[in-house]
């Protein structure tokens, strides 16, 4: 059985593991690998490797640094098949959508290619006689980014191109789970020219986030993961000195108005409510439907989602995989089954899906929901299951308002033809990303991304322009240059101060 290691100083790491945690791939129900997970050696050696790492590299010249970016960029292009491949294996979404998550992955490498465009200071020329100003930017030092399952490349990539292409270190903590594709990623960045220490990998579980977030040698904290775990993280890690963007879970709602096109709508909100299994922060598990549309919505969106092929993710035409652990099935069918008790209408059933060649996975079929008691669970909870329920309303205000009591807010669409109502909707929602006929407005990497509320702690956004803020330190510098020529003009300068 493959067994994954660290990535400590450019080459995999065995060093002193503290446990090894097996890998299960979701469709067969089976282990098919294991990993490492690090001890607190292993950690202190992978901190102090990019602590010296960094202190080079922060000298490594822009121009080398995006040549690096560009080289690494073509490598994950290249090499795709092999990471979608490994995506699929642990995680369980179908190749094609693996390889969209790379594909948006690298969208951040892209924006890292172009990194002297976006850290260029600004310079004040005699703001008093003979004294100039000029701010510049310096990479903050040893960053680590902590790692949910659900995304095991792109979510990795919204953070390490960046803080590296600005002169960081990094750590990288992936979920255990899935933690095969980060491995690629190291290997790839050493390919690319990237120096030794510069990038790591360390695997663990909550015992060595704890080490992280605590740690003095790191400076920094990127984490996405739920919303509890996103409350610890920023909890410790600032009580530690560390800068920190936690960006937590999500219960993402779209309003349908009654001008909408149902077809249209229907279409896509089944993408988002079942694509990825509903495993994505940005998925759609709740529609609020205003008037009378909510049966004739829910029906249509039951007949796409029952065209879905379920299965296994390498095989042919499947569009969706399994959930990632059993123990994550089980919860979701209790979810469904708790509001069905409580008077809900399973329009569409997942909850018995039986994959043939599969009957070991973890598989739950697409599932719609109406009627659904605002008190259940399968309501109030983040499902990161493949069901959506829907709701109705009797005016866009009453479904508003449903929307803005959430306690999360990371994504909100509007499904209308009304370019007036789409624009109120804009300012109204009370979310950080917003689509208007897009139920999954994620944005591009040159946008930064992040959610309102309970989807995001700190105040920096990920990726973009807000993750070339959080991964540098601002500096302003204000100097003279006396010479017999200036001198008359630095004096006068001082006696005016
Ligand atoms: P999780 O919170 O369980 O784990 C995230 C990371 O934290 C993992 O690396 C894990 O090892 C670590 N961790 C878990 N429990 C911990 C603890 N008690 N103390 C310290 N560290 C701990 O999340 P997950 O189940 O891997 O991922 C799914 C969640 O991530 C969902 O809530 C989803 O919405 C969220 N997510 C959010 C975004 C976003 O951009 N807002 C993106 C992707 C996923």
């Known amino acids: 059985m493959e067994t994954i290691q660290q990535w400590i100083n450019g080459a995999e790491y065995a060093g002193v593991p503290d446990k090894i945690a097996p890998v299960e791939n979701p469709a067969t129900g ?75 992955g690298r969208e951040t490498l892209d924006f890292a290619c172009g990194i002297s465009a976006v850290l260029k200071g600004e310079y004040s020329f005699d703001v008093s006689r003979g004294v100039d100003v000029h701010s510049l930017r310096q990479p903050v030092g040893v960053v680590a980014g902590i790692c949910p399952f659900n995304f095991p490349v792109m979510v990795p990539m919204w953070m390490h191109p960046i803080a590296i292409a600005t002169g960081n270190a990094f750590i990288l903590k992936p979920a255990t789970t899935t933690p095969s594709a980060s491995l690629i990623i190291a290997k790839l960045y050493k390919e690319a020219g990237l120096p030794d220490g510069v990038f790591n990998v360390v695997s663990g579980s909550r015992d060595r986030v ?7 040698g790191i400076d920094a904290i990127s984490f996405v993961g739920s919303t509890p775990v996103a409350h610890i993280v920023q909890d410790t890690a600032t009580a530690h000195g560390k800068r920190v963007h936690a960006l937590g879970g999500a219960n993402n709602h779209a309003i349908v108005l009654p001008d909408a096109d149902l077809d249209f709508a229907a279409k896509h909100i089944a993408a988002a409510a079942f694509g990825a299994a509903g495993e994505r922060c940005m998925a759609l598990p709740a529609v609020v439907a205003v008037g009378d549309i909510a049966d004739e919505l829910a029906q249509k969106v039951a007949a796409a989602g029952r065209e879905i092929k379920v299965g296994y993710g390498l095989d042919e035409g499947v569009q969706m995989g399994p959930v990632i652990t059993a123990s994550a099935k089980k919860r979701i069918v209790s979810l469904i089954d708790d509001a069905e008790a409580r008077g809900a209408k399973v329009v569409l059933d997942g909850r018995n899906i039986v994959v043939p060649g599969y009957e070991d996975g973890f598989f739950v079929g697409p599932t719609v929901v109406t009627g659904v008691d605002l008190e259940a669970d399968l309501y109030r909870e983040e499902i990161f299951g493949p069901v959506l329920t829907i709701t109705k309303a009797s005016s866009y205000e009453e479904a508003i ?88 003009a630095t004096m006068s300068f001082q006696r005016e101060d």
């Open 401 to 488: 308002a449903l929307v803005n009591a959430q306690p999360f807010g990371n994504g909100s669409a509007i499904f209308t033809n009304d370019g007036g109502m789409a624009r109120r909707f804009q300012l109204d929602v009370e979310a950080g990303m917003v689509g208007v006929n897009v139920p999954i407005p994620t944005p591009v990497a040159y946008y930064s991304f992040g959610g309102w509320k309970g989807s995001l702690l700190g105040d920096t956004h990920i990726h973009g322009p807000e993750g070339v803020r959080f991964y540098t330190r601002a500096k302003v510098v204000t100097s003279r240059w006396p010479s017999e020529e200036s001198y008359e």
């Open 210 to 216: 704890t080490d992280i977030l605590k740690h003095p």
């Open 30 to 104: 089976k282990v098919e690998a294991q990993v490492h997970l690090a001890s607190r050696e292993d950690l202190d050696y992978a901190v102090k490797v990019a602590q010296e790492a960094q202190r080079k590299w922060a000298k490594v010249s822009l121009a080398k640094r995006t040549e690096i970016m560009f080289k690494m960029r073509q490598l994950v292009l290249d090499h795709q098949d092999e990471i979608a491949k490994s995506i699929v294996a642990e995680h369980g979404k179908d190749y094609s959508d693996a390889l969209g998550e790379i594909q948006r």
